[in-house]
């Protein structure tokens, strides 16, 4: 067995939930979860050099993750914007998860750019300044994002403003 095989099954044995729980809180939708996460490991286990440090492999495939959605979102906007006829898709809600779809869709209201933040900062429990890293812009731009992404949700999602983390 290759030594990226043995790398490569180790973080799916150990990481792979929740790397695919990390794509569905960026994306939102579980077949578009899984491609990115598996579009995402093709990015990284195509190189030639790869570690065998899990928590290393584990961050790369993040990153990989966060850069390909963000690029996806920018993409599909831009594509969007020159369609003229779109259909709207009708969501399935299932009274199991009304709280977590009613969630879904609140992120998914979200600019590319303050949903990627405010997963980072809540469900990675990152710091200000670790999701600036993370993103590659400034902890004011992140704070900014943070910022707009509470005003957005807060309405949307019943939150008072004593309530609001």
Request: aromatic share 6%.
């Amino acid at each position: 067995m290759a030594d990226w095989e043995h790398a490569f099954r180790a973080l799916l044995a150990t990481r792979g939930s929740a790397l695919r729980s990390y794509a569905y809180l960026l994306t939102g939708d579980p077949a578009a979860a899984g491609d990115l996460v598996q579009e995402a490991l093709t990015r990284v286990f195509g190189r030639r050099r790869i570690g065998e440090d899990i928590d290393q492999l584990e961050a790369y495939v993040r990153r990989a993750m966060l850069n390909q959605y963000v690029d996806g979102r920018r993409r599909l906007a831009r594509w969007n914007a020159t369609r003229h006829l779109l259909v709207d898709v009708p969501h399935h809600d299932d009274d199991r998860v009304a709280v977590a779809d009613e969630v879904r869709r609140a992120l998914g209201t979200l600019s590319p750019r303050q949903r990627a933040c405010v997963v980072l900062r809540y469900y990675e429990d990152l710091t200000v300044a670790e999701v600036a890293a993370e993103l590659g812009c400034a902890e004011g731009t992140v704070k900014r994002h943070l910022a707009d992404a509470r005003a957005k949700l807060a309405p949307q999602l019943g939150v008072t403003e004593g309530s609001a983390p």
